[in-house]
């Protein structure tokens, strides 16, 4: 199987260390929108500019997206998905069916498949969310997120006046996992199941006043939330803070039994050291179903939820009917 690789930031190194893991994979290239030659991938496969894409149609069978959801996917995944099997880790939750639709429109009309908003959340998460409701449909499920670093919201921090570097984690409040752990069916706010950690280096006689009212008051991303601003040198932030660990939990709490005497506790955990290495990992799994369905003539636009597990894996049904079942 030949895949390439479209974006070399940190996830996707974290795709080509996953694919130089699988035995059935070929990494054809990694195609970059900057110049090739500042491009120095960590396997020594060779880096080539986006415009070269179009020369190699019949020489990739999944092409592997690595933009960003909130500029570069949007157009990335519908354009892509005309000229190649694609797919991508589009995140923002609310514009999932919008994406999907016009996905699913382009490449329908050229005969591609595509699978969109796959890693963990969305992704494996959204697997264990459905798997969890349907075999407890009378009960209540929670997902939380962390500790670990949000890449997006600490950009947002970055791009204050006044700041010259950031990380930013998302914490679970303790309260609130420990209540649903416990088997509560709490009704939580926003606030009540996350906090939001900040360290922030400042440029020098930057007004740290100033930039901690802005991170705490900005929508979308902080103002929802109890938020702690930290301020630490360069140093600091680079030695405590320079890896990109992440994870989470899903959880339900349900009942069974006529008079729903019985209860029931389901958790899907997740510790990552890096979170694009891991998100890398489970885009690999995805793209050998990807290359799957194509060849069985599935074409359109595809989530997790479409995909057989069978697809995921390299080894064949009676092997996994033997090992795993």
Not at 42 to 60: M, P, Q, T
Not at 132 to 157: C, K, M, V
Request: aromatic share 8%; net charge negative.
């Amino acid at each position: 199987m030949k895949v390439a690789i479209y974006g070399y930031g940190n996830l996707g190194r974290g795709v080509e260390s996953a694919v130089l893991k699988s035995n059935d994979m070929e990494l054809v290239g990694v195609f970059t929108r900057r110049a090739p030659e500042s491009v120095k991938t960590v396997s020594g496969v060779k880096s080539y500019h986006a415009s070269e894409l179009v020369a190699f149609a019949d020489k990739i069978d999944v092409l592997i997206l690595c933009g960003g959801s909130a500029t570069d996917l949007p157009l990335m995944t519908p354009e892509l998905a005309g000229k190649f099997n694609v797919i991508d880790s589009f995140d923002t939750h609310a514009k999932i069916p919008e994406h999907f639709d016009r996905v699913d429109a382009r490449a329908r009309e050229t005969s591609h498949t595509a699978l969109i908003s796959c890693g963990w959340d969305p992704g494996l998460f959204s697997l264990m969310r459905v798997f969890f409701e349907t075999a407890l449909p009378d009960g209540n499920t929670y997902t939380f997120w962390g500790r670990g670093i949000s890449q997006g919201h600490s950009d947002a921090i970055r791009r204050i006046e006044g700041v010259r570097n950031a990380r930013q984690y998302t914490v679970p409040v303790p309260e609130a996992i420990g209540a649903v752990r416990g088997g509560e069916t709490p009704e939580l706010t926003t606030r009540q199941k996350h906090l939001r950690e900040c360290y922030v280096v400042a440029e020098e006689g930057a007004d740290r006043e100033r930039i901690t009212r802005e991170i705490v008051s900005m929508p979308n991303y902080f103002a929802d939330y109890d938020t702690s601003v930290t301020f630490i040198s360069e140093e600091e932030l680079l030695r405590e803070h320079g890896g990109m660990p992440h994870g989470g939990s899903v959880i339900r709490n349900g009942t069974t039994g006529f008079s729903s005497e019985n209860s029931h506790n389901i958790e899907f955990s997740l510790k990552l050291d890096s979170n694009p290495e891991f998100t890398g990992s489970v885009l690999v799994a995805y793209a050998r179903a990807v290359q799957r369905l194509s060849e069985r003539g599935e074409y359109g636009c595809k989530t997790v939820f479409d995909i057989a597990p069978r697809d995921l894996s390299p080894k064949s049904a009676e092997e996994l009917r033997r090992t795993l079942l």
